[in-house]
């Protein structure tokens, strides 16, 4: 920020103070208008399904009221006389079937909500209100429908709500049927059995205008959570498997929860019927609710957004003003970001911008005297360190190797001191490598080769070894050496130092764009803060000299992104990773 310019400052200061102060205020509106909105509909909620509860229950009542009218008009005595005495004649046995269908077809118009009745006598005559029940009506029917009702006195007996081919004028539609015993009221004795109907269209009526298509439904369930009354025709005779709500049904009072239904956040108000096999539901969609806030949201936001630009662009404006004759200098300026710092800016004046101009050019002058120098010294250290490294590698190791071949050739084993002999000549041939840099990875695993050869000829008894690159990678390039301190390391610090013999593995492949190799050793490893050090700049340890340049040096050459990772377990070993550009020798040339 203090890099920015005085325009920029301003309207960074300005601009979302402005925003900040709008999102409190549509956050706050929104949150206040959703609150208002959810509390008020669930208040009309609750009202709303006391009116559709009291109305269906009303319809119940009556359906009970009917049973009990139509017990009545059969215990009358003159309808009682002609129902319960012999039926010798045909006479009599159409007598007795017109006094018991007028009586239902009485009470089927004086209450209109029912939609079927009938009556089922002692000898298993079935009598009805509308000839279109009999359709499908059989024995068997009739056992099933009367075996709930034996023995169990004069009580009403709601049926299981379900879709019909018998007792039904339509069969698609669902029946919602009270069953009753007709009791002689002189002797107690059952005169029949009484199965009076609703329909679930009729339900229906009674709530469907108090619906909001894609905002709030309804449904009729019976306690054991089966929905027999809904608009939706997929949710009738279905099931309720959301355990808020099947908690809801086995209370006595009206409750009303938010819960997740099919996916979509609901506000759900239960309202358990007077008649206690059912229980009336209306599930009202938050996300629904949510419609007029969002719509406020959307006008408050669009309010904002344009005042905010309104006001950015005066404030752009004015500022532009008072920063137009930086304008200019802070262009050039900005080219320096992009390391450019060989640019002379223009002159703007002799006033304090052109003081500030003539100032920063001088400035540039010293930074790229500066770079130019910074460069130089670190061309000189990595030379330097190079060569250290080389005198590290030239004395111990070629000494004792000499001595190798000497105690060889004492001992008469002429082919094993001459491989040593092949080894260090070719090992020293492409380690000095004319003074090139950059070898292949080919020759550098050669190298390594000559290089383990003449380690394991020395100390057989503390190693063995593998070299497994792939063919594919030795065409790129490597700085010389990569690989010879590792292994040095590994050997020196890892293996030699346990009681028990290891073993060491060179490997190496293409990933992506990079080039990896490892050098895994079986040794004493490492503990964390020894891996730490390792690479750490500011450690001065000799045993670590060799790990930090080699990572310097592929730094150097193909950035800050490669170099090397150290994976150690203290008694387990040490994996030294080691990643590469993918460089060729043409475009090293280049």
């Known amino acids: 920020m203090k890099n920015w310019g005085i325009r920029e400052k301003f309207l960074t200061?300005?601009?979302?103070?402005?925003?900040?102060?709008?999102?409190?205020?549509?956050?706050?509106?929104?949150?206040?208008?959703?609150?208002?909105?959810?509390?008020?509909?669930?208040?009309?909620?609750?009202?709303?399904?006391?009116?559709?509860?009291?109305?269906?229950?009303?319809?119940?009542?009556?359906?009970?009221?009917?049973?009990?009218?139509?017990?009545?008009?059969?215990?009358?005595?003159?309808?009682?006389?002609?129902?319960?005495?012999?039926?010798?004649?045909?006479?009599a046995e159409y007598r007795k079937g017109l006094t018991i269908r007028s009586v239902l077809y009485d009470n089927a118009i004086f209450f209109p909500e029912v939609q079927a009745l009938a009556y089922i006598d002692?000898?298993?005559?079935?009598?009805?209100?509308?000839?279109?029940?009999?359709?499908?009506?059989?024995?068997?029917?009739?056992?099933e429908l009367i075996a709930p009702l034996n023995n169990i006195g004069n009580i009403d007996i709601w049926m299981k709500a379900d879709r019909r081919t018998y007792l039904t004028i339509d069969p698609n539609d669902i029946m919602i049927t009270l069953s009753k015993n007709i009791m002689n009221m002189t002797t107690g004795k059952q005169m029949g059995q009484l199965f009076v109907s609703i329909s679930e269209s009729k339900v229906r009526d009674f709530y469907s205008e108090f619906e909001i298509e894609g905002q709030s439904w309804y449904a009729l369930l019976e306690r054991d959570g089966t929905i027999i009354s809904a608009s939706e025709p997929s949710k009738r005779l279905t099931k309720i498997q959301n355990q808020d709500i099947l908690k809801m049904i086995a209370s006595e009072e009206i409750i009303q929860t938010q819960t997740n239904l099919e996916g979509i956040e609901t506000i759900v108000t239960g309202v358990p019927m007077q008649t206690e096999d059912f229980y009336l539901l209306n599930v009202t969609s938050i996300q629904a609710l949510k419609q007029p806030v969002n719509q406020l949201s959307f006008m408050l936001i669009l309010i904002c957004g344009l005042t905010i630009l309104i006001a950015t662009m005066l404030?752009?404006?004015?500022?532009?003003?008072?920063?137009?004759?930086?304008s200019k200098l802070?262009?050039?300026?900005?080219?320096?970001?992009?390391?450019?710092?060989?640019?002379?800016?223009?002159?703007?004046?002799?006033?304090?911008?052109?003081?500030?101009?003539?100032?920063?050019?001088?400035?540039?002058?010293?930074?790229?005297?500066?770079?130019?120098?910074?460069?130089?010294?670190?061309?000189?250290?990595?030379?330097?360190r190079f060569s250290?490294?080389?005198?590290?590698?030239?004395?111990?190791?070629?000494?004792?190797?000499?001595?190798?071949?000497?105690?060889?050739?004492?001992?008469?084993?002429?082919?094993?001191?001459?491989?040593?002999v092949k080894a260090l000549?070719?090992?020293?041939?492409?380690?000095?490598?004319?003074?090139?840099?950059?070898?292949?990875?080919?020759?550098?695993?050669?190298?390594?080769?000559?290089?383990?050869?003449?380690?394991?000829?020395?100390?057989?008894?503390i190693f063995s070894y593998k070299v497994e690159v792939d063919e594919s990678i030795k065409q790129y390039q490597i700085p010389k050496l990569t690989l010879q301190p590792l292994v040095e390391n590994a050997i020196y610090h890892g293996l030699r130092v346990q009681e028990k013999a290891g073993s060491l593995c060179v490997s190496g492949y293409s990933e992506g764009e990079k080039i990896i190799l490892k050098v895994s050793d079986t040794g004493a490893g490492m503990n964390v803060q020894q891996v730490q050090m390792a690479l750490?700049?500011?450690?001065?340890?000799?045993?670590?000299?060799?790990?930090?340049?080699?990572?310097?040096?592929?730094?150097?050459?193909?950035?800050?992104?490669?170099?090397?990772?150290?994976?150690?377990?203290?008694?387990?070993?040490?994996?030294?990773?080691?990643?590469?550009?993918?460089?060729?020798?043409?475009?090293?040339?280049?």
């Open 388 to 420: 250290l490294l080389q005198s590290q590698i030239k004395p111990h190791f070629f000494y004792n190797t000499l001595d190798m071949v000497y105690i060889l050739i004492n001992m008469h084993r002429t082919d094993e001191a001459e491989r040593a």
């Open 425 to 461: 000549a070719d090992f020293y041939r492409i380690a000095l490598s004319s003074g090139r840099e950059l070898i292949t990875i080919g020759e550098e695993v050669e190298n390594i080769k000559n290089y383990l050869l003449l380690q394991y000829m020395r100390r057989y008894d």
């Open 122 to 143: 002692y000898d298993r005559k079935i009598y009805v209100s509308d000839s279109r029940l009999l359709e499908n009506w059989n024995d068997e029917i009739c056992s």
């Open 330 to 384: 802070v262009k050039e300026i900005s080219r320096v970001e992009n390391g450019n710092f060989k640019i002379d800016l223009p002159s703007v004046g002799n006033d304090e911008i052109g003081k500030l101009a003539t100032e920063f050019n001088y400035m540039l002058d010293r930074i790229n005297e500066l770079f130019h120098t910074l460069e130089t010294e670190q061309e000189q250290k990595e030379k330097l």
């Open 536 to 590: 750490r700049s500011s450690d001065q340890s000799k045993s670590h000299f060799g790990l930090r340049n080699v990572d310097e040096r592929i730094k150097l050459y193909f950035g800050k992104e490669y170099g090397l990772t150290i994976v150690s377990k203290e008694q387990e070993g040490t994996t030294v990773i080691v990643e590469l550009g993918k460089l060729e020798e043409n475009e090293q040339n280049e």
């Open 315 to 326: 404030i752009g404006f004015f500022s532009n003003k008072i920063t137009r004759p930086l």
């Open 13 to 91: 200061a300005v601009v979302p103070l402005i925003i900040c102060s709008y999102v409190i205020l549509v956050i706050s509106a929104n949150m206040i208008f959703y609150q208002d909105i959810i509390v008020r509909r669930q208040r009309e909620v609750k009202d709303e399904a006391a009116v559709v509860a009291a109305q269906i229950q009303k319809s119940f009542t009556n359906i009970s009221s009917c049973c009990k009218v139509i017990s009545r008009d059969l215990n009358y005595d003159e309808n009682f006389n002609i129902i319960t005495q012999n039926i010798d004649t045909p006479l």
